[in-house]
């Protein structure tokens, strides 16, 4: 029997008037990534630092690496790594000293603390910018900075608290690539995201968190089927056809074609090649002239709506950096 | 590693980079040096000329400088509690609290920190005290035992603005609040005039004020003027401030949750 990286049973926590945690249970198999998605004040970053030794829970159990995060709290931080949103680097040392300071805490010795330093700044593309005070980095060489500073000790898990918060999509996709490296060498990964497309390109299993309750976990697919794959949008230049439109666009849709607005007409499809050059031949063929066409993919919005039947509430609201962002936008 | 030499270890990690910090942020750096000597000059000669000293004092300088260079230390702190207040809400303490590193060494790392920028402070005042009127009347052992005693405040203050720093939302936020608390103490006391010109109210304040008795006990000390139990006092409240600050601050430390 392989033990779990991460395991977690019955987790709660309770602040003053607000219950974070209503009892969560994980398990994370040596080697996966686990995504763990929900909205802001879904539980997420609080799961997080129970499981980083940050907080005690409140109730419930849980193990990383086989040690408790409360007896075994000491040990357990040495197994560790932790990177979040808010990059944790001192803006006025040079990325050098941030990771040789982080080495020389987790008790490497110096000589080991600056050889890792100069290996991850290598690794994380960051050698040019080693010797230049934090502060002087733009967003996303910060958390790459913070990311390396996770991984000084090449812990056996590393935990991610929403990586890519607050960043530009080029940066995104740098930063998804060094997590997938990362992955490839074996190390276990909780990370925790707002974003689907980022639990789909990263996670191996996701779970979804709502108001401190797990909603559903599974593979990205289980997810998608429950909520629903993508969907072509079709708009027509003149909105009294398109009883005519679904007619024509039934037989290329993996489900019922729908028209809840008298306007847009959605049409769902099981994959994205081909779909629209087939509809605009069929409309063509109908006669009928297209407006607008777009395929769209589920947000967590659409995931929060099929599961709980209530959009993900975005409780600090005024962040637009902090709002789901469909597919199409990073591609 | 065992817990004391990880403790000593992490602490001087912690005490170079803030150092480091200190060094390559100016501003800092101007309220360790440049600041002392204009509040010196300042005192001396705006005030200087007005205050009637004590017959003891070879003029207000000779009466002001153990003062200022109290006043001087305890505000030393300052540093500590910026900084914790900054690291707090950049992340950093999480960061620090995820590793395997002794935990009093965030806090000990910061207050060892603040002993060297304490020193450099410490002799751009009694230099500059020097100049401007300043005098040594004591045996070396004794003048020794003063710079000890400063040294051994501005330590205890640091553990004070640790914990002023933990409390504290903002580093805006713990600047005021430092403020507010040390600089009526150090006004309230023996270190300007002497208390006997303040109305009643004030003067009982004064001579109670653990500040006029750490004033009083530098001044035996560095200059031979009677200080009573002030010398030995001193000591104790100096030791007796460092540790309940250190208990509370590492109690605060533990508990503090970053929102």
Known sequence: ???????????????????????????????????????????????????????????????????????????????????????????????????????????LGRPKAKERATSLLDRFELDEAGDRLVKTYSGGMRRRLDLAAALVADPPVIFLDEPTTGL???????????????????TTVLLTTQYLDEADRLADRIAVLDHGTLIAEGTADELKRKVGGEWLEVTLEDASQTGAAIAALEAIASGKPTCDDGVVVKLPIAQRDGSI???????????????????????????FISLTGHAAEHENGGDPEDQPVTEEAVR | MTGVSALIGDTLVLAQRNLIRIVRAPDLLTAFTVQPVMFVLLFVYVFGGAIAVPPAFDGYADFLIPGIVVQNIAFGGFATALG?????????????????MARAAVLAGRTVADIATNLLSLVIVVGVGLIVGFGFNESVPSIVLGFVLVLMIGYAFSWVFAYIGLSSSSPEAANAFGFMAIFPLTFISSAFVPPETMPAVLEAFANFNPFSTMVDALRSLWQGTPAGTDVWAAFVWTIAITIAFALISTAKYRRTVVK
């Open chain 2, 84 to 100: 914790l207040a900054d690291d707090l809400n950049r992340g950093l303490i999480d960061r620090f609290r995820s590793l395997p």
């Open chain 1, 1 to 107: 029997m392989s033990e779990l990286a991460i395991e977690a049973q019955g987790l709660r926590k309770q602040y003053k008037d607000v219950e974070a945690l209503r009892g969560i249970d994980l398990t994370v198999e040596p080697g996966t990534v686990l995504g763990v998605l929900g909205p802001n004040g879904a539980g997420k970053t609080t799961a997080v630092r129970i499981l980083t030794t940050l907080l005690p829970p409140s109730g419930g159990t849980a193990r990383v690496m086989g040690l408790d995060v409360v007896d075994d709290a000491n040990a357990l931080r040495a197994k560790i790594g932790l990177a979040g949103q808010y990059a944790a680097v001192d803006e006025n040392l040079t990325g050098f000293e941030n990771l040789e300071m982080v080495g020389r805490l987790y008790h």
């Open chain 1, 277 to 303: 050059a087939g509809a605009v031949r069929r409309l063509d063929a109908a006669g009928l002239n297209v407006h607008d066409m777009a395929v769209r993919s589920p947000t967590l919005d659409d995931v």
């Open chain 1, 168 to 186: 530009d999509p080029r940066s995104r996709v740098r930063l998804w690539e060094t997590i997938e490296a990362m992955v490839s060498e074996g």
